[in-house]
């Protein structure tokens, strides 16, 4: 009995051992926020984008935030930081080196069309998929040009891709629409806030058109100047956050770009307006709007 007494309390003290060495599973901490930009370089912006991807680096980023570029350059316009000229994805990692890209290559994906659907729809789905996080910011980086027309006869859209082989060489507002959506139903996940750094964006029509796609449209109804949003004001103020609502981020970016603007850049004044839209809010919007629409019509008819 006793052999089985202290065979026992072996297998118990063995057991415990076990235990007590055996190390917990650790939790993965999911970023509050992938910073995304579809930084479309491929025309005579191309500098600004090299200016606008060194200003990302002096952040970086960080256990809160992903930054994540997709950047495409043109072969003419500027020759610095090697003259690729192909369409690369980075995540951005933090560099004092102001004119120097230095951040993590992920992937080089050759010449692609940055005003073709399939290419943001894709782009958001990879970065949704391999970085996962809380909350998508999602900037469209280019010139704008407004909504209409819903086809490529003339230039009105975002992201001009001069290189392109399409017709209008555009997203318009329907196609973003269309990759938005597509890109919702394979993630799951809607975008939180759409930043248009680009000119005249920020139109009902482009709201309405967008309104099942984020939280809030950010963006300028008239002109945005070349160096577009100071992005080293904005991650700035994104790391040092503990409010990620989408109306906070949304004013955040409002703000900022109010102060960037606020001063000369460049020894010049820029005359800038800014502004956040709850595109849930659209809904309503458009029933007053008629309603006023209507009354003004009456109006008119009757005098």
């Given at each position: 009995?006793?052999?089985?007494?202290?065979?026992?309390?072996?297998?118990?003290?063995?057991?415990?051992?076990?235990?007590?060495?055996?190390?917990?599973?650790?939790?993965?901490?999911?970023?509050?926020?992938?910073?995304?930009?579809?930084?479309?370089?491929?025309?005579d912006?191309?500098?600004?984008?090299?200016?606008?991807?060194?200003?990302?680096?002096?952040?970086?980023?960080?256990?809160?935030?992903?930054?994540?570029?997709?950047?495409?350059?043109h072969?003419?316009?500027?020759?610095?930081?090697?003259?690729?000229?192909?369409?690369?994805?980075?995540?951005?990692?933090?560099?004092?080196?102001?004119?120097?890209?230095?951040?993590?290559?992920?992937k080089?994906?050759?010449?692609?069309?940055?005003?073709?659907?399939?290419?943001?729809?894709?782009?958001?789905?990879?970065?949704?998929?391999n970085?996962?996080?809380?909350?998508?910011?999602?900037?469209?980086?280019?010139?704008g040009?407004?909504v209409?027309?819903?086809?490529?006869?003339?230039?009105?859209?975002?992201?001009?891709?001069?290189?392109?082989?399409?017709?209008?060489?555009?997203?318009?507002?329907?196609?973003?629409?269309?990759?938005?959506?597509?890109?919702?139903?394979?993630?799951?996940?809607?975008?939180?806030?759409?930043?248009?750094?680009?000119?005249?964006?920020?139109?009902?029509?482009?709201?309405?058109?967008?309104?099942?796609?984020?939280?809030?449209?950010?963006?300028?109804?008239?002109?945005v100047?070349?160096?577009?949003?100071?992005?080293t004001?904005?991650?700035?103020r994104l790391t040092?956050?503990?409010?990620?609502?989408?109306?906070?981020?949304?004013?955040?970016?409002?703000?900022?770009?109010?102060?960037?603007?606020?001063?000369?850049?460049?020894?010049?004044?820029?005359?800038?307006?800014?502004?956040a839209?709850?595109?849930?809010?659209m809904?309503?919007?458009?029933?007053?709007?008629?309603?006023?629409?209507?009354?003004?019509?009456?109006?008119?008819?009757?005098?």
């Amino acid at each position: 009995m006793k052999n089985i007494f202290f065979a026992t309390i072996l297998v118990l003290i063995i057991l415990l051992s076990g235990c007590s060495n055996s190390k917990p599973e650790t939790t993965r901490i999911i970023p509050e926020i992938n910073f995304l930009v579809y930084l479309d370089g491929d025309n005579d912006l191309e500098e600004y984008g090299i200016w606008d991807v060194n200003e990302m680096e002096l952040i970086g980023s960080s256990a809160k935030i992903n930054i994540l570029v997709l950047f495409d350059r043109h072969p003419d316009f500027t020759t610095s930081n090697g003259n690729w000229s192909s369409t690369r994805l980075y995540k951005i990692t933090r560099d004092r080196h102001p004119h120097t890209i230095n951040s993590q290559l992920l992937k080089d994906y050759g010449e692609l069309d940055m005003d073709d659907p399939t290419t943001l729809k894709n782009f958001v789905v990879y970065c949704t998929q391999n970085f996962p996080a809380q909350r998508t910011i999602l900037t469209l980086w280019n010139h704008g040009a407004g909504v209409y027309p819903r086809n490529k006869k003339i230039s009105k859209g975002i992201c001009f891709d001069d290189t392109s082989p399409n017709t209008l060489n555009a997203l318009t507002t329907a196609e973003v629409r269309t990759a938005l959506a597509e890109a919702r139903e394979i993630t799951g996940q809607k975008i939180a806030v759409l930043n248009m750094d680009a000119c005249s964006m920020q139109l009902a029509e482009i709201a309405w058109e967008w309104r099942e796609e984020a939280d809030f449209l950010v963006g300028s109804t008239a002109g945005v100047p070349d160096p577009g949003n100071n992005y080293t004001l904005v991650l700035h103020r994104l790391t040092r956050s503990n409010n990620f609502s989408s109306a906070v981020i949304a004013a955040g970016l409002v703000t900022d770009f109010n102060i960037c603007y606020s001063q000369p850049v460049n020894n010049f004044y820029y005359q800038t307006t800014y502004s956040a839209v709850a595109l849930p809010e659209m809904e309503s919007f458009l029933t007053v709007f008629n309603e006023l629409a209507t009354q003004l019509h009456n109006y008119s008819a009757k005098n």
